[in-house]
């Protein structure tokens, strides 16, 4: 099982930026589709973003798309979230994922569907 440690986090006024980080051990860290969900206080969490193992093909929810990228260096054991023009909704929990396999979006977005999480790491978006 991938362990995961997410980095990055921090207050930014709203229209700025940040970049999360995620470090995974394990040697077959290449294999897996790779995650990001948030939880805000009071809600369920909510997929993010995703990415597949070949970083070929990723996905987004809406509210996030074109202002997200997901990417991952597979030579680093990283995976990356850059998230501009933020906005006081996006102010979460953010937490890193993997999962055992890639499948379409309906599939992906469900927690249920990723195998390890890291400890998270909090944004938080002022207005």
């Known amino acids: 099982q991938v362990q ?4 990055g986090g921090g207050l930014v006024q709203a229209g700025g930026s940040l970049r999360l980080s995620c470090a995974a051990s394990g040697r077959s860290f ?3 589709p790779m995650g990001w969900f948030r ?4 809600k369920e969490r909510e997929f993010v ?8 093909i990723t996905y987004y929810v809406d509210s996030v798309k074109g202002r997200f990228t997901i990417s991952r260096d597979n030579t680093k054991n990283m995976v ?5 023009s933020l906005k006081p ?3 979460a929990v953010y937490y890193c994922a993997a999962a055992l396999s890639w499948g379409g979006l309906a599939e ?3 927690p249920t569907r990723w195998r390890s999480w890291g400890q998270g ?3 938080t978006v002022s207005s």
Do not use: H
């Not at 995961?4 to 980095?7: D, F, H, K, N, P």
């Not at 939880?39 to 009071?42: K, R, T």
């Not at 990356?80 to 501009?84: A, G, I, P, S, V």
């Open 30 to 32: 290449i294999r897996y």
């Open 49 to 56: 973003s995703a990415i597949s193992d070949s970083a070929g």
């Open 121 to 123: 790491t909090q944004v």
């Open 4 to 7: 995961l440690v997410e980095s």
């Open 80 to 84: 990356y979230l850059q998230m501009n």
């Open 108 to 110: 992906m977005v469900a």
């Open 39 to 42: 939880q805000a206080p009071g």
């Open 89 to 91: 909704e996006d102010t």
